[in-house]
């Protein structure tokens, strides 16, 4: 074929575009035009080296104001930027729970790179770098006079150094499109100040600095930015490792990752490796056998797909991810703003090593999946804490972290507060009421304490903080209180009246010790207000828990009773390191004491019982038969279930409802069982005795300091069932036969009540907190149902 019948062949692999152009035939006068364009071009590159070599004149040259001053005035960040990387995330046994990152880059040092890599990057780039300065002046004039011969712009004269700053300009320009283009345009000044700083840079930096942060800060095509993260895509190595046909491919990938893409255009990228490798011979740096032998090789690819965020996380713990990501952009330990908090985490580069306990999320995950289809109109959500430090343990719900609405999916954490990546929160009905038993042993309360508790009655007139919340719709069914059933009808003892959930007696109670001790008690308890954000209002149905909260709010809530008191924030993060092993400094656990010792051992006794023969919870005791305590909860018409419950090192809270529609959980399927209707035992009980009793298997047994509370007195059968006096003597018979209260343990037994109050009825204490006002309330809420 003849060089005039040869044409550009186009096919779908850019390397093999290419065709041999024929030469043309040139005239005198276009002799002439290539020696204009020659000389033009030669005027121009000795404009710019005389701009270079004497910055003040040529700065006065192009127009620039204080030229001489900027060009010596480099920001000190420029010559090593902080580089965008990722970030890893781990469990507790330093397990990968997901990579995350604003462009996945991990900086490594010169020796942490092979020398092969670092040798290929320089022959195809740069082969002169360590010979010239920050300008090539002989590569200016090649450039120049290769340009000028082709009549177009077929070979550049920029240096490593220079390539440098125009990638640091780049990184600068993050992910805003503006600027990122305007970092990239080709004007003259953005040329000559990219220079100015190449000079600069040569002059603080070595040469073998300016190529390791080029190394890193590079883009290599696929999301990955430097050599380490190049290396893990497309061969799953690190980049110490590289052999010296994947160094070259690598190398090659630089000047263009879309048409040298291994992937895409495998012809294409193994010519460009072989270009490479020819370089490299070329300057003495490996022998012809070497290259042999290399380009024979095949590309190897082993790629490996980004890996971004928290939706990559395995086991149910993206949500988990996602919290953690939450704890460091607003907690002021990482940043006393919130732009340096942003700052922190988008610059990445951090080892966050977290509480989560990968065999406590695995049965935590099993047991929400598997009694919870993720079909099923309502889902579910657990978190466990460890008591004494507010670890998070686990934290799993039915539907998966993700997108994809058609499969279930969701990026909303039903285990925590709006602020921390939840939803609204979920009403906790019954799981409150130990709260309002805590405010009231700590209000000086007995253990033993009896109210009429009716089975239904009227909200009454209660104190709040700073005035009087009073009932409007007396008589009126909105303005009363009922029980559970029917036959639940006082007087009760405390015991008695929290392993029947039942509400009068709640009510009463917080009548007695008054609102405003109610709300503190649940603030030092972790319920600083409701899961959406706002503070929890003093209304009666707040004892029995119509305000929302978060299933984290609640086994951190139940987690300070199995803790005698102390009160622990939740901790998600045990330890950060940077890339090069400093440590980042990290919150230690924050406790403190929500209760006396005393108080919190007579809810765990009391608690006990509502896992016992006779509470709502007996049938939820662990594989291995240790000692648990808990509460059921069950929200107006169905809507939520709860059952919170704990052993003396562990804590957890399940939630069971429909986050959205509201589903009342009536003549339902739910897993694949048909319930006519839901408690907290029957519905999330089940989750949490599952859960954790395949989480507590390597535990040791803790048993929980517990003190003796008599059982009530034996009723008449002929005495009236409600009226009369609380405590009324004239209807009760001898005391109870039963077991003295779980066993009496650490010599507690004989101990019949808070702050030495021995068994006594009726007030035993001053209510906190209840200066009249006179303010009384617009309306009453919404009547709660008990379990």
């Known amino acids: 074929m003849s060089p005039k019948s040869r044409r550009r062949i186009p096919t779908q692999d850019p390397g093999d575009t290419w065709a041999p152009r024929p030469r043309r035939r040139e005239t005198p006068l276009g002799f002439l035009g290539h020696a204009a364009t020659f000389l033009g071009a030669s005027v121009l590159g000795g404009v710019l080296l005389a701009g270079l070599i004497l910055p003040a004149a040529g700065a006065v040259g192009l127009g620039a104001k204080n030229g001489a001053e900027g060009f010596q005035n480099i920001p000190d960040d420029f010559k090593t930027p902080p580089l965008t990387q990722a970030t890893q995330i781990f469990d507790a046994n330093g397990g990968l729970i997901a990579k995350v990152y604003e462009r996945d880059r991990t900086v490594l040092t010169a020796d942490q790179m092979s020398p092969l890599i670092r040798q290929a990057q320089v022959d195809i780039e740069d082969a002169r770098f360590y010979e010239h300065g920050a300008v090539d002046l002989k590569g200016v004039l090649r450039a120049v006079t290769k340009n000028a011969e082709s009549g177009a712009t077929v070979q550049g004269a920029s240096t490593l150094t220079q390539q440098y700053v125009k990638n640091v300009n780049v990184e600068k320009a993050g992910d805003d499109p503006e600027a990122v283009r305007e970092a990239q345009r080709k004007t003259l000044g953005r040329k000559i100040q990219e220079l100015r700083y190449a000079i600069k840079l040569e002059e603080d930096l070595t040469k073998d600095q300016i190529l390791t942060n080029y190394l890193n800060i590079t883009f290599y095509g696929h999301q990955a930015y430097g050599i380490q993260a190049a290396a893990q895509r497309y061969f799953s190595k690190d980049a110490k490792d590289l052999t010296l046909p994947e160094a070259a491919m690598l190398a090659g990938l630089v000047q263009n990752p879309s048409q040298y893409d291994p992937k895409l255009h495998p012809v294409a990228a193994q010519r460009r490796r072989d270009t490479v490798i020819d370089k490299m011979v070329e300057n003495k740096h490996i022998t012809a056998d070497q290259a042999k032998e290399a380009k024979a090789a095949p590309l190897g690819l082993n790629y490996k797909d980004p890996q971004n965020g928290c939706i990559t996380a395995q086991a149910g713990m993206g949500f988990f991810c996602d919290y953690v990501r939450h704890v460091v952009k607003q907690d002021p330990a990482y940043g006393k703003s919130a732009a340096e908090r942003k700052t922190l985490w988008d610059t990445g580069g951090l080892n966050i090593y977290t509480t989560l306990d990968p065999q406590k999320q695995a049965a935590a995950q099993n047991a929400v999946s598997t009694k919870v289809y993720v079909t099923d109109p309502v889902s579910a959500a657990m978190t466990m804490v460890e008591p004494g430090t507010g670890k998070i343990l686990a934290m799993a719900q039915t539907r998966p972290y993700g997108l994809a609405k058609e499969k279930n999916e969701t990026v909303v954490n039903y285990n925590v507060d709006a602020a921390m990546g939840g939803g609204v929160g979920f009403q906790p009905g019954s799981n409150f009421k130990p709260i309002v038993a805590a405010a009231a042993l700590e209000a000086g309360l007995s253990s033993t304490q009896r109210y009429d508790a009716p089975n239904r009655m009227d909200w009454p007139t209660m104190k709040t903080c700073d005035g009087t919340w009073k009932n409007l719709s007396k008589g009126k069914k909105e303005g009363t209180i009922p029980n559970e059933s029917e036959s639940e009808k006082g007087p009760y003892e405390l015991k008695q009246a929290m392993a029947l959930s039942v509400n009068t007696y709640f009510v009463q109670m917080e009548q007695e010790i008054g609102l405003c001790a109610v709300k503190q008690m649940a603030n030092k308890l972790g319920v600083a207000g409701k899961a959406d954000g706002s503070p929890l209002q003093e209304v009666p149905a707040l004892g029995l828990g119509t305000q929302e909260v978060s299933p984290?709010?609640?086994?951190?809530?139940?987690?300070?009773?199995?803790?005698?008191?102390?009160?622990?924030?939740?901790?998600?993060?045990?330890?950060?390191?940077?890339?090069?092993?400093?440590?980042?400094?990290?919150?230690?656990?924050?406790?403190?004491?929500?209760?006396?010792?005393?108080?919190?051992?007579?809810?765990?006794?009391?608690?006990?019982g509502v896992t016992e023969k006779g509470g709502t919870a007996r049938d939820l005791g662990l594989d291995d038969g240790r000692q648990i305590a808990g509460k059921t909860g069950t929200t107006d018409e169905k809507k939520s279930a709860w059952f919170t419950g704990y052993t003396g090192n562990l804590a957890g809270s399940v939630w069971l409802g429909s986050p959205g529609t509201k589903v009342p959980m009536r003549n339902i399927r739910i897993g694949g069982k048909y319930q006519a209707e839901v408690f907290g035992a029957t519905g999330p009980g089940p989750i949490w005795q599952k859960a954790m009793s395949d989480a507590v298997r390597s535990m040791p047994e803790k048993e929980f300091t517990t003190v003796y509370i008599p059982d009530p007195p034996k009723r008449d059968p002929n005495c009236p069932t409600a009226g009369g006096s609380a405590g009324s003597a004239t209807c009760t018979g001898a005391p109870a036969t039963g077991s003295p209260g779980n066993n009496g343990n650490n010599g507690n037994n004989g101990n019949q009540g808070n702050n030495g109050n021995n068994g006594n009825n009726g007030n035993q204490g001053k209510p906190r907190g209840t200066s009249p006002t006179g303010r009384s309330a617009p309306s009453t809420p919404a009547d709660p149902e008990g379990q």
């Open 552 to 608: 984290l709010t609640m086994a951190n809530v139940y987690a300070t009773f199995a803790a005698r008191g102390s009160y622990c924030a939740p901790m998600a993060i045990n330890r950060i390191t940077t890339v090069d092993g400093k440590d980042v400094p990290v919150p230690g656990a924050q406790c403190s004491q929500a209760m006396s010792e005393d108080t919190a051992d007579v809810i765990n006794s009391v608690l006990l």
